[in-house]
């Protein structure tokens, strides 16, 4: 799971910053998903010592939760915009999506790896 975090870091960080700069550097909001992706990134490497695995993917687990709570949004505003809102910021609206989808993505598979690991004999 810590290779998928530190995938997931890189993966937000570049949708930050192609986010940042594809609207014409207008806002510095627009880095709130490389600041994310910083810290996953960050969680996926201290996950790498065994006795800090637990802690900080159950951390990675829990920023993910906050993610999609603060951008589920864009998803909302993605399917506006699709009916023909036109007061819908559209790259707002991308970046938002693309950071909850990711983070859910990330929060289904880190549920079922701490199934696995639970269902797993203990050696």
């Known amino acids: 799971m810590t290779q998928t975090t530190k995938i997931l870091g890189i993966v937000l960080s570049v949708v930050g910053i192609v986010g940042y700069f594809a609207s014409g550097m207008a806002s510095y909001t627009a880095l709130i998903p490389a600041i994310y992706g910083a810290v996953f990134f960050l ?12 802690v900080t993917m159950h951390l990675a687990q829990l920023l993910a939760l906050l993610a999609i709570v603060g951008t589920f949004t864009g998803i909302l505003d993605l399917i506006s ?8 910021n559209v790259m707002a609206a991308v970046v938002r999506s693309l950071m909850a989808l990711l983070c859910i993505g990330y929060l289904g598979l880190g ?9 797993a004999p203990k050696e």
């Open 111 to 119: 549920i079922k790896s701490f199934i696995d690991a639970r269902r």
């Open 43 to 54: 969680l996926g490497k201290l996950g790498e010592a065994e006795s800090r695995r637990m």
């Open 81 to 88: 915009l699709m009916g023909g809102n036109q007061e819908v």
